[in-house]
């Protein structure tokens, strides 16, 4: 290792030799931060950076404290050299995150020590002065490979998030607005904003540019922008859907508990993502993003099932060969509605109803492969359930197209089954259970019900609809009517599927017996309870004769499968207390 004293006398007197022989006396002496600042001094020779800058840019990304260097190489060095240079470092970043999430396969993700959100704050940074330094015919073509590489090296952290905003603001001609004094403001490094822009050496090789190169350039930040926001809000729990739920249905929240909307007013990492989340929107909304009409919606879900915006961003001849993000597309309709009901914000109108088209949406994103498209795409689960929500409260319900009910409440429950986070699970089984209530006509209501019963694996989504009948035979005795919930023939129609035959269970393995507790749990405890409703609270409704056989057939051999299973070995104390209390319920029927 050279002396300081030794180092800053080659730097300074060896940019008097050729070029070549300089970098190698930069890449010896240039190895620690208090070099920097002599480094940075002989930089100002605009004639010198503009030949070596490029050159410079991996070796000083290396060196703590080297940000002024950079910021310096951007402004002065070859403009088109140096952002291919950039782009080359990006690249490795993206490499260099995927060696660390699988150094740390506990808990993937950003390391906290990790010095790659630094490394990709500074690069963005540099990226703002080149790309507005580069003065060519087709700055697009620069624009979208820049674009990609920084979308690779990207993660979703706050930070991360806010260069990308600073970049983006910066590429459109705009200059990000003054942030809120509050604790959830995330500033990072910002030199296009906060450098002298006198400083920047023209472009050697400047052309005119094209006239459509704006329109171009535009339609790239506007792809881009919903691609980072499709990918923020999968990484985040936004909870948007369980939000609006406790706005629109304050009585159902809990006194004295905390709700999830209070969490996030009062929680600072909580108010940090809606801060990003909404300087995401305003983003677009400054490209020109900012009118949710018929086109736009028809455009999420009216195009391929699975495309990669980024795919065309190294070859495009015309603004329609580039395509927003469907699924950051249906992030930014559910935030204009959640801004607008919870923030009171002056968002676009959403122009358009739940059929046909919350129901194509629906349709389109869960495709076939519904569980893994809604563990893939947390975010974007809770965003449609976000607009199907607000469509409802905004009673925009039918467009006049015949609406398939069945097939949207079928995809409503796969979210309430599949999603990783219980609240939206909640809101999705919540909004699930209001759609089925609110269509008219009872015959569709009955149908959609005995198709779950009968052919739904999930003893969860089971119960639930359990739970649905029981509400639709309240309604219908308390009201009055005369539908097909108010005659003993629905439970004659369901019966089989709500009380199925166990006697096999009195044949079956301990083993067996717990796989099937283990399964079922849910749904039995919750027809138990419904029993007890419909044999004590609501006899009329009950056919003639069922009672005994129900006794025989399910009351009998489930009350023998309790005790069995209360006494198997490993049996721990909260499934003994759930077996206990299904006995129990079971008995008080008086049926065995």
Known sequence: MPELAESIKAIQEGAKEDRFTYLTILQYHVTSPEILPILNDVLQDGDLTQEIGWDLVQMLLNIQGSETCLETVARLGNPREVVIKVMEALEGLAVAWHDEVIVDVEEPGVIPDSKIPGKFITLLGMLAILHQRIKTKYPSRFLGPSLVKVFEAYQPTPEMTASIINLVYSLSGKKRPPLPSRKSSINVLNPDHDGDLSKNAPDPEAEQEDPKEDAMQRKLLQSFVTCILQRYANAHDMLWSPRLLEVYNPKKNVPGKQTTTEAFRENEELQKRDAVVGQLVALLRDLGLNKCSPEFVKGIYEGPTHTDPLAAFNDFSSVDDIHLS?????????????????????????????????????????????????????????????????????????????????????????ISVFHPDIKVRNAATSFAGSVLHSDPDDHNRLEILEDLLENCMFASLKACCITW?????????????????????????????????????????????????????????????????????????????????????FVEPLIATTEKLSKAEGADGEDRMQLSILADRLRSLGLQ
């Open 469 to 553: 009948l029981k509400e639709e035979l309240i309604a219908a005795k308390q009201g009055n009517l005369s539908n097909q919930f108010s005659s003993p023939d629905v439970i004659e129609r369901l019966q089989y599927s709500l009380f199925p035959d166990m006697l096999s269970l009195n044949e079956s393995s301990t083993e067996a017996l717990v796989d099937f507790w283990a399964q079922n749990n849910l749904f039995l405890l919750q027809v138990a309870n419904f029993a007890y409703f419909l044999f004590t609270g609501l006899k009329e409704l009950v056919p003639a004769g069922m009672g005994a056989a129900v006794g025989q057939r």
């Open 326 to 414: 469907p699924g950051g597309s249906v992030c930014l309709v559910a935030y204009w509605i959640f801004s607008k009901d919870v923030f009171g914000s002056d968002s676009p109108r959403p122009e358009m109803h739940i059929f046909p088209d919350h129901a194509a949406m629906l349709a389109r994103f869960l495709g076939r492969e519904m569980q893994s498209e809604i563990l893939a795409s947390p975010g974007i689960a809770d965003a449609l359930l976000a607009i199907g929500l607000g469509l409802e409260h905004r009673q925009l319900i039918t467009a006049g197209d015949e609406a398939n009910l069945m097939a949207y409440h079928h995809n409503l429950t796969l």
